[in-house]
């Protein structure tokens, strides 16, 4: 299983004082020498973390791939295009948010996307989009040919008990479901190393994108031993 680092949360960091440190590029070259498979920045309209210098620095300086998290606009696919972006994550956005607060809604954005994947594809860019763990949302996508998906994990990663195991269930069948339809399933939102140890075994699941909880972690081990351990978990 591959493990994507998200390092948006370092650059948080540097911009709540202002000045370069601590560097988001650092902590990309670092993950990648700890294990990690790619990179994940989110590249927000309000640009309250990574900016468009960041991405281009952390493309220059490492050689796993970079995934893009974009919101569905003209000018997030027209800038993944420009800069020879190889990944794209199409996920939603609102300006008052703290962080993503779910998955996009497919059926509102269904004629734009529609309309502009396509060309993405053109320009050989692997696409993904952030969705919830519905099973209607997977026939959507792949009237739309998508080809992958990041569920979005995080009522699993703040519920537990019984519910947690409802949750969990209605993801392994989700993807099931989306494997079946030859979509590619990936995973990340809130998780942490207790919430990784239960999601990690659903058959079909390719790919974690994980940051806050790791960039979080690194403060007290390490931002190296942190990504070593995760990724010693999901194998």
Do not use: W
């Not at 030859?182 to 140890?197: P, Q």
Request: charged share 25%.
């Amino acid at each position: 299983m591959r493990l994507g680092v998200n390092i948006d949360h370092v650059a948080t960091l540097r911009n709540a004082r202002g000045g370069i440190h601590p560097d988001p590029i650092k902590a990309a070259v670092i993950s990648e020498k700890a294990g990690a498979d790619l990179i994940v920045a989110h590249l927000r309209e309000d640009r309250r973390h990574i900016n468009e210098d960041d991405i281009a620095n952390i493309i220059k300086n490492i050689n796993i791939p970079l995934q893009l998290e974009v919101a569905p606009t003209r000018f997030m696919f027209n800038f993944a295009i420009r800069n020879n972006i190889k990944k794209v994550c199409i996920v939603p956005e609102k300006r008052q948010e703290l962080t993503t607060e779910g998955g996009l809604n497919i059926k509102y954005n269904f004629n734009f996307l529609k309309e502009m994947l396509p060309t993405l594809y053109k320009n050989k860019i692997e696409v993904s989009l952030f969705l919830d763990p519905d099973i209607e949302n997977i026939d959507v996508c792949k009237e739309l040919g998508v080809n992958a998906i990041e569920f979005h994990t995080g009522e699993i990663a703040n519920t537990f008990g019984e519910e947690e195991k409802f949750l969990i269930n209605k993801l392994e069948n989700v993807i099931k479901y989306a494997a079946t339809l030859g979509i590619s399933n990936r995973a990340g939102h809130g998780l942490n190393f207790d919430k990784t140890k239960k999601i990690i075994n659903i058959k079909f699941l390719e790919e974690l994108n994980i940051g806050h909880f790791i960039i979080g972690e690194s403060i007290f081990y390490g931002l190296s031993e942190v990504v070593k351990k995760m990724k010693k978990i999901i194998g």
